[in-house]
């Protein structure tokens, strides 16, 4: 037979009653919301850094020289159009203009690039037209063109961006390629980014990164 149980036996503890349960739970929670405070504190890692950008200048769609001398002090997102492409570019540009937007509180002290990749064809009138078509501020906004070999070796060598034609046809418009990603770049001249403009993650972060080169 077995032994019953004595009336006499102590119960066991129940950890919600226990004293030592409730001080072990307020050091552990405790414990969590510093960590949690010192996690949200802690900085972000810095944007890499890809490459200095090599001196250029062109000329703007006022017809005035612009390069690296008059952005440098200034970081800037650029991007690579054509104003008589079918494809991509109408997209391209119109993303540049949100950017302009989203941005309009920084003022000049943020500029926007584009760089034409057929400016034999793109004269300064022909992208002043394109830039007033799509909304462009010229206090933030430029357009650039110039002589051809040197405008392929600053987008292709400098900001390591796809550009060329697949034969000589100055009238063959599908024979123009180039690269779809938008270039973050730091007041220096340091590239710091690459992001697909197809891309809305990309494009979001891009944003982010922004506000990240602007902060104090």
């Known amino acids: ?3 019953q149980p004595s009336a006499l036996a102590p119960s066991p503890p129940r950890l919600s009653r226990h004293p030592a349960f409730w001080a072990a739970l307020t050091v552990l929670v405790a414990g969590l919301a510093v960590l949690a405070v010192g996690l949200m504190g802690r900085p972000s890692e810095p944007l890499p850094q890809l490459g200095a950008l090599p001196e250029f200048s062109f000329t703007r769609e006022n017809g005035t020289p612009w390069g690296l001398a008059q952005l440098r002090g200034h970081p800037f997102v650029a991007n690579f159009i054509f104003t008589r492409c079918p494809t991509i570019c109408p997209a391209f540009t119109r993303r540049m203009a949100h950017v302009q937007k989203q941005t309009e509180a920084a003022g000049p002290a943020l500029q926007l690039v584009s760089f034409s990749v057929d400016p034999t064809y793109d004269t300064p009138e022909r992208l002043a037209e394109y830039a007033q078509k799509h909304g462009a501020n010229p206090a933030r906004w430029s357009f650039l063109t110039g002589d051809y ?3 392929k070796d600053t987008v292709v060598q400098g900001f390591k961006i796809s550009m060329g034609r697949e034969n000589l046809d100055e009238a063959d418009v599908m024979g123009i390629f180039h690269g779809n990603h938008f270039v973050l770049v730091d007041a220096s001249g340091e590239i710091r980014g690459y992001y697909d ?7 979001s972060r891009m944003l982010k990164d922004l506000d990240r080169l602007q902060a104090p």
Do not use: I, R, V
């Open 149 to 151: 070999a040197k405008l």
């Open 197 to 203: 403009s197809s891309d809305d993650e990309a494009f």
């Open 1 to 3: 037979m077995s032994a």
